[in-house]
């Protein structure tokens, strides 16, 4: 079992940064790839952005590529997603996500993914 809890989200302005972090726990974490999705009201989630289990790999959205920036630290458990140049559009409920096996080319989708953090709201404001 992996748990994990995110934290960093709040309401900032267009233009704007913000950081969000995700701890894991639960078991080995240097070995599991991570990733960050999104859902806005009324649609579905979306992937944001992965990196694999060494953080050698990162795929980004085109939505956000350029923009965001995804790292990881497996001294600290811990999985970050550093956000520039916000756009009201960004605003969402952002996930992390742990998957023990990722396949390439399947990173986008949401089935792959084996653990789910809460959630924290990110919300832009124009």
């Known amino acids: 079992q992996v748990q994990l809890v995110e934290s960093g989200g709040g309401l900032v302005q267009a233009g704007g940064s913000l950081r969000l972090s995700c701890v894991a726990s639960?078991?080995?974490?240097?070995?599991?790839?991570m990733a960050w999705f999104r859902q806005a009201p009324g649609k579905e989630r979306e992937f944001v952005a992965v990196i694999s289990w060494s953080g050698g790999l990162t795929y980004y959205a085109d939505s956000v590529a350029g923009r965001f920036i995804i790292s990881r630290d497996n001294a600290k458990n811990m999985a970050n997603l550093q956000m520039n140049s916000l756009k009201p559009e960004d605003t969402a409920v952002y996930y992390c996500a742990a998957a023990l096996v990722l396949s390439l080319g399947y990173y986008r989708n949401t089935d792959r993914y084996d653990y789910w953090g809460q959630g924290t709201q990110v919300t832009v404001s124009s």
């Open positions: 639960g078991r080995t974490f240097s070995d599991i790839s």
